[in-house]
Nanobody, 117 residues
Framework: VQLVESGGGLVQPGGSLRLSCTASRSILSTFISFNKNWYRQAPGKPRELVASITNMGSTNYADSVKGRFTISKDNTKKTIYLQMNDLKPEDTAAYFC?????????WGRGTQVTVSS
């Protein structure tokens, strides 16, 4: 499974971005079986879990992003999304897509999000 993220960039505080992560080289049933996550890592800080969505569609968010970020998935496209609204400078980080099941743990290479005026 290869995970490819896109959608990062430079945005002003209060702005929005939508990240995408597509699982290429994955059959649909495997994609569906994954628990799907977005992590982020800021310079000098540990990687932290930002948002999760299970194969049943249940979601969970870090307290710091609740009400601002939304994780979603499109099984037909084998893609997950992270809609980020009301971005703050402290959201600046490299964002990583992760998809895992009991057999495998897969990571993307990351996409940079920078929130600055």
């Amino acid at each position: 499974v290869q995970l490819v993220e896109s959608g990062g960039g430079l945005v002003q505080p209060g702005g929005s971005l939508r990240l995408s992560c597509t699982a290429s080289r994955s059959i649909l049933s495997t994609f569906i079986s994954f628990n799907k996550n977005w992590y982020r890592q800021a310079p000098g800080k540990p990687r932290e879990l930002v948002a999760s969505i299970t194969n049943m569609g249940s979601t969970n968010y870090a307290d710091s992003v609740k009400g601002r970020f939304t994780i979603s998935k499109d099984n037909t496209k084998k893609t997950i999304y992270l809609q980020m609204n009301d971005l703050k400078p402290e959201d600046t980080a490299a964002y990583f897509c992760n998809m895992a099941n009991q057999n495998t743990d897969n990571w993307g290479r990351g996409t940079q999000v920078t929130v600055s005026s």
